[in-house]
């Protein structure tokens, strides 16, 4: 998503309270949020919940001010910060480490426009790949390579160091490439320009 489109509806909400921007940016984040709170809290019902009363309190920060520079990186903090407090109101202790990502069954779903452009096969290939990620893997891929958050803003929202995120995504493009190219040889397509790609790039 365009930072500048995002800056631009984040004006139109702050200086003159427009409903409709207020819905686009809410749809825009809501499900990828959710998604990511329930890596979280392991329930949809209570991320939603979560994401919702984030939204409330960003809305209304808005109302005050609008120097929020990074809508992605605010959001999806807020969201980690209200499942810990969530989770702490339980009385339970998180670490990302001791989540149990076998039992998060929530698939992401690739919605960019991008792939409006790629043969719907291959579009379909690629979700596939990307969903077959070992869990932690599949979520630091998401918020990096879908979602656009900068490899320090990710370490920080998940407590990592920059170089487990790294790291993580160098294997992530490794199994994504060797996947994708074992399916792309399979229909006969010559997948030089695609490993030649991935090599400069990674």
Same mark, same amino acid.
């Given at each position: 998503?365009?930072?500048?489109?995002?800056?631009?509806?984040?004006?139109?909400?702050?200086?003159?309270?427009? +409903?409709? *921007? &207020?819905?686009?940016?809410?749809?825009?984040?809501?499900?990828?949020?959710?998604?990511? *709170? #329930?890596?979280?809290?392991?329930?949809?019902?209570? &991320?939603?919940?979560? #994401?919702?009363?984030?939204? %409330? =309190?960003?809305? !209304?920060?808005?109302? =005050?001010?609008?120097?929020?520079?990074? #809508?992605?990186?605010?959001?999806? =903090?807020?969201?980690?910060?209200?499942?810990?407090?969530?989770?702490?109101?339980?009385?339970?202790?998180?670490? %990302?480490?001791?989540?149990?990502?076998?039992?998060?069954?929530?698939?992401?779903?690739?919605?960019?426009? +991008?792939? @409006?452009?790629?043969?719907? @096969?291959?579009?379909?290939?690629?979700?596939? *790949? %990307?969903?077959?990620?070992?869990?932690? !893997?599949?979520?630091?891929?998401?918020?990096?390579? %879908?979602?656009?958050?900068?490899?320090?803003?990710?370490?920080?929202?998940?407590?990592?160091?920059?170089?487990?995120? +790294?790291?993580?995504?160098?294997? &992530? #493009?490794?199994?994504?490439?060797?996947?994708?190219? *074992?399916?792309?040889?399979? @229909?006969?397509?010559?997948?030089?320009?695609?490993? &030649?790609?991935?090599? =400069?790039?990674?």
């Amino acid at each position: 998503m365009d930072k500048n489109y995002l800056h631009d509806l984040i004006s139109r909400i702050s200086l003159r309270s427009e +409903e409709k *921007a &207020a819905r686009e940016l809410f749809h825009i984040f809501h499900p990828k949020l959710v998604r990511f *709170a #329930v890596f979280y809290v392991s329930s949809v019902h209570d &991320a939603n919940d979560i #994401v919702s009363e984030v939204f %409330i =309190k960003f809305f !209304r920060r808005l109302k =005050k001010n609008h120097d929020i520079q990074d #809508v992605s990186f605010y959001l999806y =903090k807020s969201v980690k910060n209200q499942c810990l407090t969530h989770l702490k109101s339980q009385k339970k202790d998180f670490s %990302i480490d001791d989540m149990d990502w076998d039992n998060v069954q929530y698939n992401y779903e690739i919605r960019d426009p +991008e792939s @409006e452009l790629i043969n719907r @096969e291959l579009s379909s290939k690629i979700e596939e *790949a %990307i969903n077959n990620l070992p869990q932690k !893997r599949k979520l630091i891929y998401k918020m990096v390579v %879908i979602d656009g958050l900068k490899y320090k803003e990710a370490a920080e929202i998940l407590d990592l160091s920059v170089k487990t995120i +790294e790291n993580h995504l160098v294997l &992530a #493009v490794k199994d994504l490439r060797s996947k994708i190219s *074992a399916y792309l040889t399979s @229909e006969g397509v010559d997948v030089t320009e695609l490993n &030649a790609y991935y090599k =400069k790039n990674n």
